[in-house]
């Protein structure tokens, strides 16, 4: 089990963490947050996920006193700390402690950096296993592009699905065109053979997974478009899959009861999957 987490300067069991009940991220949803796949000694686009990180608090005008140099030197304690193999880490950034106000204009207050080290029980040579998803309205706000830890209506649709028995929520916008899922990226493969992605427009989290995909995709010479796609094309396609780093590329193979395809995993979606895992190791 990963015990040992890292807040704010310490490193302690995870029984003992404390976080000040006036922390912003605790009122108001105040922080950003990153998710990186560790697999034996390896980062999964390490880069990528810190970059998004600081840029993440730059658009919420976080002044982060660390380096990502420093950033990494804790986050490689944490895996030594914890003896993880197959696991990831989450890492959050608040904007600090202060007395409940809306407002932080003017605000001094000291960024908290949390990190907490998770193992993963199941194995990147597992079999792989295609779920299900169910579409629902996209009620997020309007910066779904910034990875806040906000995440109520990702949350609540999550939670539906698995309610359903599925294993994502797919966002569908006012328009009929598919966003993102809960806590991931979604693709299709259409009548085509062409691979799509929705383009990164606002509207759904510019994925580190989903851009290392869409390299493969092109590099390799699919037919790969980032072009948004209703919610019936997508029924209608060959294969789905999604993208997150937690998720890696794992094969949709029914959306709101309708099978995909036959039913059964896509050979497009298994072939990313291994040039990911291919990628790292
Ligand atoms: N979620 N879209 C949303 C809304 C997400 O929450 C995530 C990731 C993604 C995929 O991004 P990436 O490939 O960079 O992981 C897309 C993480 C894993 C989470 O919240 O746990």
Redesign the pocket.
């Known amino acids: 089990m990963a015990n040992i987490s890292y807040v704010n300067g310490l490193y302690c069991n995870i029984q003992e963490a404390k976080i000040n009940i006036n922390d912003r991220g605790y009122h108001f949803g105040d922080a950003v947050y990153e998710?990186i796949l560790y697999n034996n000694g390896v980062f999964y686009d390490y880069d990528g996920?810190i970059k998004r990180l600081f840029n993440s608090l730059k658009l919420i005008n976080i002044k982060f006193h660390l380096s990502d140099q420093q950033l990494k030197i804790i986050i490689k304690n944490l895996f030594r700390l914890n003896r993880v193999n197959f696991g990831s880490i989450y890492i959050q950034v608040s904007r600090g402690v202060a007395d409940r106000n809306h407002s932080y204009f003017g605000l001094k207050s000291k960024p908290i950096l949390t990190m907490i080290v998770s193992k993963k029980k199941n194995n990147i040579s597992d079999e792989i296993k295609g779920v299900k998803a169910i579409t629902m309205v996209d009620n997020r706000w309007s910066r779904?592009d910034i990875k806040t830890t906000q995440l109520l209506p990702?949350v609540l649709a999550k939670t539906y699905a698995n309610k359903k028995n599925a294993y994502e929520g797919i966002f569908i916008d006012h328009e009929g065109y598919v966003t993102?899922?809960?806590?991931?990226?979604i693709w299709i493969i259409n009548k085509n053979n062409e691979i799509l992605t929705r383009e990164i427009d606002g509207k759904?989290?510019s994925?580190?997974?989903?851009n290392t995909i869409s390299q493969f995709a092109k590099n390799n010479n699919f037919k790969m478009l980032e072009k948004k796609f209703t919610k019936d094309e997508m029924l209608n396609s060959r294969e789905v899959f999604l993208?997150?780093?937690?998720s890696f590329v794992t094969p949709i193979i029914e959306i709101d009861n309708i099978k995909i395809g036959n039913g059964i995993i896509g050979k497009t979606s298994i072939e990313l999957r291994n040039l990911y895992f291919k990628k790292f190791n």
């Open positions: 998710v996920h779904p990702n993102e899922g809960s806590s991931s990226n759904i989290l994925g580190i997974t989903r993208t997150s780093a937690s």
